[in-house]
């Protein structure tokens, strides 16, 4: 019998993973390779673009996505820890490349990338990851894999399998946190409105961790809840489902 080929992942950590987070990072490829997908990096990834591109720079944006594009080509699947790049890469490569050169290869690459909780359970089929926590779990959904990318339902199923856990639900988790990259900065009393309203849910619900499938919102969820003196710490669904949390 011949054995099947093993799926072949090109893993895209994002940068803040890269630069701030990498234990989420570490934690995607090990639930990867948990499912035995050949999971690899390519050399010079940077940034998808969605800075740039979100802030009206579309000639940058143009630049460093094209160079995506070219660095992600023949690499197989391209799988990220985060709603929000996947979004840029599947919804908004189309509006920046189109009528250009780099048309079709955003197409191409668009159809064969992936955020981790929809790879792992719409790509391979996997609810349960052997994960474990004893305590509370509320989910936050992040507003650009929640509204371009559909998600949701997938990283909700891979807690429900999350030994020793009691999920709840978390009361406006279809709310923004806030963040939105350069918003927090020139919109921040708006900012800190929704931040606001966003603590006290967490707080409704219960919950000793809040999870999100973005480390963008991870971290202003975070801050809000370390200046309130809070006993609820926010983390990355990766890190819940690779055991990289302690109660």
Known sequence: MTAQPRRRAALFV???VDQIYPAIGFAAAEL????GVEVHVPRGLTCCGQMAFNAGFRDDAYAVAGRTIEILRNQGDVVLPSGSCGAMICHLYHELFHGTR???AAKELASRTYELSEYLVDVLGVTDVGARYDG???FHDACH??????????ARTLLDHVAGARIVALPGS?????????????????????????????????????????????????????????????CHLAEVLANRVRV
């Open 14 to 16: 994002t940068c803040i």
């Open 32 to 35: 990867l390779e948990r499912q």
């Open 102 to 104: 780099h048309a079709a």
């Open 136 to 138: 509370v779990i509320a």
């Open 145 to 154: 894999g929640m509204r371009y990318m559909g998600l949701g339902r997938q």
């Open 174 to 234: 279809d709310e923004c946190c806030g963040f939105g990259g350069l918003f927090a900065v020139k919109q921040h009393q708006i900012s800190a409105a929704m931040l606001h309203r966003k603590l006290m849910h967490i707080t409704e619900c219960g919950c000793d961790l809040v999870v999100t499938g973005d480390a963008s919102c991870m971290t202003q969820i975070a801050g809000g809840l370390s200046r309130s003196k809070s006993r609820v710490r926010a």
